[in-house]
Antibody, heavy 119, light 108 residues
Framework: EVQLVESGGGLVQPGGSLRLSCAAS????????MNWVRQAPGKGLEWVSY????????YYADSVKGRFTISRDNAKNSLYLQMNSLRDEDTAVYYC????????????WGQGTLVTVSS | DIQMTQSPSSVSASVGDRVTITCRAS??????LAWYQQKPGKAPKLLIY???SLQSGVPSRFSGSGSGTDFTLTISSLQPEDFATYYC??????????FGGGTKVEIK
């Protein structure tokens, strides 16, 4: 069974940093591209970042470019999101999601981890 | 950037009703369109990919159609478990995937 489990969310002050993790199991993690998608309270879904299976290709949404860094460790079956210079508007539930490249969809999602940026 | 516009933003319907949700892309995206269902406090679930292909395990009362810029998600006979928010997602600019604003299906 495919499982994605996020961790690392919490309360952080504006300007602070946080590192999210996503532990993957039930599939060959090193064969899949992965993403972070977020959802602000009461709002819609926003794609945040993409990383290819080998980490050779990385993309970011304009809203986080220069502040967030996506990475992965295929030996540990783990995905990460380093978030720096956090702003109030970064408050959201952050989901890791597997990409099914042929269909170009997010076929499996984690349960999400809440990041709250507030003073 | 490709913008995705869903309508309506919310719809009230009864069990057994036929419900149709529309998604429009700001430019042609061929058939690179997916639909997701999200229930409160839960992660989104993939329903439809490639505009009209049903994801494994999804009930056949869900169907998708369209190509180019205009797409629809239809629930042929609404069931109690279908009350949720639905999102479209374009995949033409993969891996830069963007979502529509969502359509909440509420109980009438």
């Amino acid at each position: 069974e495919v499982q994605l489990v996020e961790s690392g969310g919490g309360l952080v002050q504006p300007g602070g940093s946080l590192r999210l993790s996503c532990a993957a199991s039930g599939f060959t993690f090193s064969s899949y591209s992965m993403n972070w998608v977020r959802q602000a309270p009461g709002k819609g879904l926003e794609w945040v970042s993409y990383i290819s299976s080998s980490s050779s290709t990385i993309y970011y949404a304009d809203s986080v470019k220069g502040r967030f860094t996506i990475s992965r460790d295929n030996a540990k079956n783990s995905l990460y999101l380093q978030m720096n210079s956090l702003r109030d508007e970064d408050t959201a539930v952050y989901y890791c999601a597997r990409v099914e490249s042929a269909a170009r969809t997010f076929d499996y999602w984690g349960q999400g981890t809440l990041v709250t940026v507030s003073s | 950037d490709i913008q995705m516009t869903q309508s309506p933003s919310s719809v009230s319907a009864s069990v057994g009703d036929r419900v149709t949700i529309t998604c429009r892309a700001s430019q042609g995206i061929s058939s690179w369109l997916a639909w997701y269902q999200q229930k409160p406090g839960k992660a989104p679930k993939l329903l439809i990919y490639a505009a009209s292909s049903l994801q494994s395990g999804v009930p056949s009362r869900f169907s998708g159609s369209g190509s180019g810029t205009d797409f629809t998600l239809t629930i042929s006979s609404l069931q109690p478990e279908d009350f949720a928010t639905y999102y479209c997602q374009q995949a033409n600019s993969f891996p830069l995937l963007t979502f529509g604003g969502g359509t909440k299906v509420e109980i009438k």
